[in-house]
């Protein structure tokens, strides 16, 4: 005999709920990835401002800008891992892993410092005309 209606619904709905929790982490995914996509452009623009912009512009205007965009290439590292920990309301258990708290510190900590020897490698390095 055919099950209830109320039941298949009931089914029906849990699985939808599943999947939508799912998206949601897939989705936190793609945000993440988007930030360190950002904070990677930041960060070879900040490099490559110096090199591209000495000849045109002023030392301290290339230096500002070189110095604004490695420093916006750290937030955008930071903002990442804060964006995926801290994403709002957990959804139900999902059927995806999330990637490992240890592993976001440890990707955008090292990032970070990355970005931080880009400034002081822009700062401290030989100027070129």
């Not at 949601?24 to 930030?35: F, K, P, Q, S």
């Not at 964006?83 to 900590?109: K, M, N, Q, T």
Request: hydrophobic share 50%; net charge positive; glycine share 12%.
């Amino acid at each position: 005999m055919d099950r209830p209606i109320l039941e298949r619904i009931g089914e029906k709905a849990d699985r939808r709920t599943e999947l939508a929790a799912d998206r949601t982490v897939l989705a936190a995914e793609r945000t993440y990835a988007a930030w360190m996509r950002t904070g990677f452009a930041a960060l070879a623009s900040g490099v490559g401002a110096r090199t591209l912009l000495s000849g045109v512009l002023g030392h301290w205007l290339v230096m500002g800008v070189g110095t604004v965009l490695i420093l916006f290439s750290g937030f955008c590292f930071g903002a990442a891992v804060w964006r995926e920990l801290f994403a709002g309301a957990p959804p139900p258990r999902p059927d995806v892993r999330h990637i490992p708290p240890g592993v976001l510190y440890a990707i955008s900590g090292f990032l970070a410092l990355v970005s931080l020897a880009a400034l002081a490698g822009i700062w401290i390095g030989p100027f070129h005309r």
